[in-house]
């Protein structure tokens, strides 16, 4: 019967009124009435379908990168690693917060899918991007040596 092919998204205050009324033996009122029902629920379909798609909008809001590890528990090379960042990179990239300075922010930098650009976060390509540089970000690479950009993007893998 067409009411309970309806009620499948149905909460089950509406279930429990259809049920009643399919138990009513359906005059033609209140096949009429079964029908507007029936409208409802469609309607409450496309609610509950936009209210799942919000709540999960949100819960993948939620589902953020795990927090930078605290400044006080870095191993020497990701401290050296710091002071590298400050001294180079700091003047242009956020590291413990998110939005743009003059380049992207580098928070969680390795915990994302893709960097900035869309590449593949891998320590090569950071380093590349470090020595060569990008666009609007200077080479690097006369400034800083091997060791230098070993330990920045040691430091940039715990943000
Ligand atoms: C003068 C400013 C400036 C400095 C200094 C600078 N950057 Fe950048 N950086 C930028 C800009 C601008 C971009 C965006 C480049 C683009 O994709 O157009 C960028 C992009 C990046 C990216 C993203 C690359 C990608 O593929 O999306 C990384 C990683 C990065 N910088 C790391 C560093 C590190 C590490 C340092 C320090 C060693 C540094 N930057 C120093 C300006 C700077």
């Given amino acids: 019967m067409t009411v309970r092919g309806t009620v499948v998204l149905g909460d089950p205050g509406f279930v ?26 469609e309607e409450m379909k496309h609610t509950i379908a936009l209210l799942l798609a919000v709540v999960s909008l949100g819960l ?14 870095l191993n020497p090379q990701q401290t050296r690693g710091h002071a590298v960042f400050q001294a ?14 003059h380049g992207p922010s580098l928070l969680g930098l390795f915990k994302k899918p893709a960097l900035p650009s869309g590449a593949a976060p891998t320590d090569e390509r950071v380093s590349a991007t470090i020595t060569h540089g990008r666009n609007m970000m200077p080479a690097m690479g006369n400034q800083l040596d091997e060791a230098d950009v070993n330990d920045v993007i040691a430091y940039l893998r715990t943000l």
Avoid: K
């Fill in 60 to 73: 993948a809001g939620c589902r953020s990168t795990p927090p930078p590890t605290p400044l006080s528990e």
């Fill in 16 to 41: 429990g009124v259809l049920r009643l009324r399919s138990s009513m033996r359906l005059t033609n009122f209140a096949q009429n009435d079964t029908l507007i029902w029936g409208a409802r629920m």
């Fill in 88 to 101: 180079r990179c700091a003047m242009c990239h956020y590291d413990r917060q998110s939005g743009p300075l």
